[in-house]
């Protein structure tokens, strides 16, 4: 009963998320007239504009992102066994944020329109999961292998990705330093459908194997003797927690803490369980996203800073005062 209550307070507090999302920004617009243009899309005038254009695209997309990144957290937490572990552990951001760099720099947007930049971000992240793969199919995909072959490519993609912003055109850096900041102001309707081709499918093949990543928690020998097929579990999850992260950071950048934050703080309320774990930090994704994102475009309006700076800054001091509260002295 109480996860049952703990399910609902998180829908109220998603909703809410949503409504207040929409509401605030450069332009605050009232509660009232909010309801009124949802409603009634096809009038036109300036809240319709920046409702249904701008607002709810990008609080759409947050939510998918937030959602996208706080499941594949949690997966890579219990698949490595390691409280440490995030989205971004075996390398797929550096290989994205090598693609956006390179699509940048040298301007393939002008050739590709809009979606050149996530294309190649999307590239990037893709060659960063075949080369992880490939490298520790060779060792039977062992957590220490992947691990290992992942902060490794991560430093060699984050060096290559300097040297080219070293010789870069100043305005071009600082596009690409902006993206890498993570940035929900691309945002489109367009977006939104690939990345939750990807996002939304992921995450339900995940949660198929629920039980199974409860087993691995366990350690891999007790797994085993528990009837899993560990390799094969193991490249499962992998690919389809790495295919999630690369669509979510070809989208929006490299927006931190959230798959390492959200996964931790659900646990203390559901437990271990990832059938329950999953969902909840899908939906405790998405609402720190779509609030970090508001509070990203209003506390300097009409300025915006990128939300990855908001996560960054709030989820790791959040994170630390949760860790030194937290009197569980194991993760998992």
Same mark, same amino acid.
């Given at each position: 009963?109480?996860?049952?209550?703990?399910?609902?307070?998180?829908i109220?507090? !998603?909703? $809410?998320?949503?409504?207040?999302?929409?509401m605030?920004g450069?332009?605050?617009?009232?509660?009232k007239?909010?309801?009124?243009?949802?409603?009634?899309p096809?009038?036109v005038?300036?809240?319709q504009t920046?409702i249904?254009k701008i *607002?709810i695209p990008? $609080?759409?997309?947050?939510?998918?992102i937030?959602a996208g990144?706080a499941?594949s957290?949690?997966?890579?937490q219990?698949?490595?066994?390691?409280p440490?572990?995030d989205? /971004?552990?075996?390398g797929?951001?550096?290989?994205?944020?090598?693609?956006?760099?390179i699509?940048?720099i040298? *301007?393939f947007?002008k050739?590709l329109?809009? /979606?050149?930049?996530?294309l190649f971000?999307f590239?990037?992240?893709?060659?960063?999961i075949s080369?992880?793969?490939?490298?520790?199919?060779?060792?039977n995909?062992?957590?220490?292998?992947?691990?290992l072959i992942g902060v490794?490519?991560?430093f060699?993609f984050s060096?290559i990705v300097?040297l %080219?912003l070293?010789v870069?055109?100043p305005?071009?850096?600082h596009?690409?330093?902006?993206w !890498?900041m993570?940035?929900?102001?691309?945002?489109?309707?367009?977006?939104?459908?690939?990345?939750s081709?990807?996002v939304i499918?992921?995450?339900?093949?995940?949660f198929?194997?629920s039980r199974?990543?409860?087993l691995?928690?366990?350690?891999?020998e007790k797994? *085993?003797h528990?009837?899993v097929d560990?390799?094969?579990?193991r490249r499962?999850?992998? !690919?389809?927690?790495?295919i999630i992260?690369?669509a979510?950071?070809?989208?929006?950048?490299i927006?931190g803490?959230?798959?390492?934050m959200?996964?931790?703080?659900i646990r203390?309320f559901?437990?271990p369980g990832?059938?329950? !774990?999953?969902p909840?930090?899908a %939906?405790?994704?998405?609402i720190?996203?779509?609030l970090a994102d508001t509070?990203?475009?209003t506390?300097?309006?009409?300025?915006?800073l990128?939300v990855g700076v908001?996560t960054? %800054?709030?989820?790791?001091i959040?994170f630390?005062?949760?860790f030194l509260r937290?009197k *569980?002295?194991?993760i998992f």
């Open positions: 009963m109480k996860k049952i209550n703990f399910f609902i307070f998180l109220v507090i !998603l909703i $809410v998320s949503l409504i207040f999302s929409i605030f450069g332009v605050s617009i009232s509660f007239d909010v309801i009124y243009t949802i409603f009634h096809k009038i005038d300036s809240n920046i249904w *607002r990008r $609080v759409i997309l947050g939510l998918f937030g990144l499941v957290g949690c997966v890579f219990g698949m490595l066994r390691n440490l572990a989205p /971004y552990t075996l797929v951001s550096g290989g994205a944020a090598l693609g956006a760099s699509g940048i040298f *301007r947007e050739f329109g809009y /979606y050149g930049l996530p971000a590239i990037g992240a893709f060659i960063s080369l992880i793969y490939l490298l520790a199919l060779r060792r995909l062992s957590v220490t292998t992947l691990i490794v490519l991560s060699l060096a300097t %080219i070293s870069s055109d305005q071009k850096v596009l690409t330093i902006i !890498l993570g940035d929900l102001s691309l945002a489109d309707s367009g977006l939104i459908l690939p990345v081709l990807f499918p992921g995450i339900l093949i995940l198929l194997f199974d990543m409860d691995l928690t366990l350690g891999e797994a *085993r528990l009837g560990v390799k094969l579990i499962v999850l992998f !690919l389809f927690s790495s992260t690369g979510c950071v070809s989208s929006s950048g927006i803490f959230v798959g390492l959200v996964p931790h703080f203390g559901t437990g990832h059938r329950i !774990l999953l909840a930090s %939906i405790g994704g998405a720190l996203l779509v509070l990203a475009r506390i300097i309006s009409p300025l915006e990128p908001i960054g %800054i709030f989820g790791g959040f630390l005062i949760f937290s *569980r002295k194991e």
